[in-house]
């Protein structure tokens, strides 16, 4: 019995430092993203393009890029479910670029809605994908790939 409370102190002792480090310059980045708007296709300076090869998976609290263009894309803006926005410093060619969820921030400041531990219902389902290629005011749609 005695082992149950130094267990439980040991685990708030310990948990606090299971947080998801940042990235310097956090708060300016989350600041410039949540200032960030959708560009509505029916502006003057958006519009749709043609869709990239580019396919998206969603893997629990990250997002996986895997670019089939012929080319990397670099410092793109991708915005998920019209509402979230995260830029990209770099997509290379072929598998392998991982994106933690909470990079992407809305308009009030919030990161991508996932699942918790006993919360799996907060999670929001990713239904769409655009990216915004650097120097461009041009939505290219990619392809999401449901979750299994």
């Not at 989350?30 to 990239?52: I, S, T």
């Not at 019209?82 to 400041?109: M, T, Y």
Request: proline content about 11%; charged content about 25%.
């Amino acid at each position: 019995m005695r082992a149950l409370p130094a267990s439980l102190l040991l685990a708030a002792v310990l948990l606090p430092g299971c947080g998801v480090a940042r990235p310097a310059g956090w708060s300016e980045t989350r600041a410039r993203l949540a200032a960030a708007r959708y560009p509505e296709p029916a502006a003057a300076d958006a519009e749709r393009g043609a869709p990239l090869r580019v396919d998206v998976v969603r893997d629990g609290g990250s997002l996986y890029l895997i670019n089939r263009e012929p080319r990397r894309l670099d410092g793109a803006r991708l915005w998920l479910n019209q509402q979230w926005a995260g830029d990209l410093e770099r997509v290379p060619i072929g598998p392998g670029a991982w994106i933690p969820l909470d990079r992407f921030i809305n308009r009030h400041g919030e990161p991508f809605p996932r699942g918790r531990f006993l919360r799996p219902d907060l999670a929001k389902p990713l239904i769409l994908a655009e990216l915004v290629p650097a120097g461009s005011a041009t939505l290219r749609p990619l392809t999401v790939i449901p979750e299994d």
